[in-house]
């Protein structure tokens, strides 16, 4: 079983919906937790950065992160055509050495205009 | 833009050859990350620098060893290559702060092994 679940998708929406974009984990040590975003052959691009549990809003994306149950949630308001790509989620423990990413497989998400 | 630089952005070669991917990180991040990226194993952590230290090592092959030099950019060298090594390589530059642990990724090299 891998550390960080998420599902591949393609997930299929249209303009101006609400995506949720989810993943589980089973490594209670992680501590840090991020979404990126990835479009095709690109370097993935940091979207949210969260430490520890809680909420967190920038623009029409938030993050939460529930570590009780070992999950965390990306939240898209108003999606746009542009928003169309891979968007991984990643952790982290805490600690000198330990601040590697362990990433998620990556969610495909489509945005129909 | 995410201050990261990584060259080449492609490279073709040969099984049984040798290449070095280089990273420069951005302006004040002490910290480089090395990451694999490939079809059927995902986004996978190789090994981590910081300051011209090793700090921590993943999934990285013994044909595979890398270096940060005092200037604080890294290189990849990847040895002895065979057809499953083809994949996108990322660095990953983070300033290494207590709480932060953010890491932002360079452009990548795809390395293409025939």
């Known amino acids: 079983q891998k550390e960080v679940e998420q599902d591949p998708g393609p997930l299929s929406v249209p303009e101006g919906a609400i995506v949720s974009l989810n993943c589980t984990y089973s490594?209670?040590?992680?501590?840090?937790f991020m979404w990126y975003r990835q479009y095709s052959r690109k370097g993935p691009e940091l979207l949210m950065y969260t430490y520890s549990s809680g909420n967190k809003e920038d623009g029409r994306f938030t993050a939460q992160v529930d570590k009780s149950s070992k999950y965390i949630s990306l939240f898209i308001r108003d999606s746009q055509p542009s928003d169309s790509a891979t968007y991984l989620c990643a952790m982290s423990a805490r600690g000198t050495g330990r601040r590697a990413l362990t990433f998620g497989s990556g969610t495909r998400l489509q945005v129909q205009p | 833009d995410s201050g990261v630089t990584q060259t080449p952005k492609h490279l073709i070669t040969a099984t049984g050859q040798r290449v070095t991917l280089r990273c420069s990180p951005r302006?004040?991040?002490?910290?480089v990350y090395w990451y694999q990226q490939s079809l059927d194993q995902g986004l996978q952590f190789l090994i981590h620098y910081y300051n011209g230290e090793e700090r921590a090592k993943g999934n990285i092959l013994e044909r595979f060893s890398a270096q940060q030099f005092p200037d604080l950019h890294s290189e990849l060298n990847l040895s002895s290559l065979e057809l499953g090594d083809s994949a996108l390589y990322f660095c990953?530059?983070?300033?290494?702060?207590?709480?932060?642990?953010?890491?932002?990724f360079g452009p990548g090299t795809r390395l293409t092994v025939l």
């Open positions: 990953a530059s983070s300033v290494e702060g207590l709480p932060d642990n953010e890491q932002f």
């Open positions: 302006s004040g991040d002490l910290s």
């Open positions: 490594n209670s040590a992680f501590q840090y």
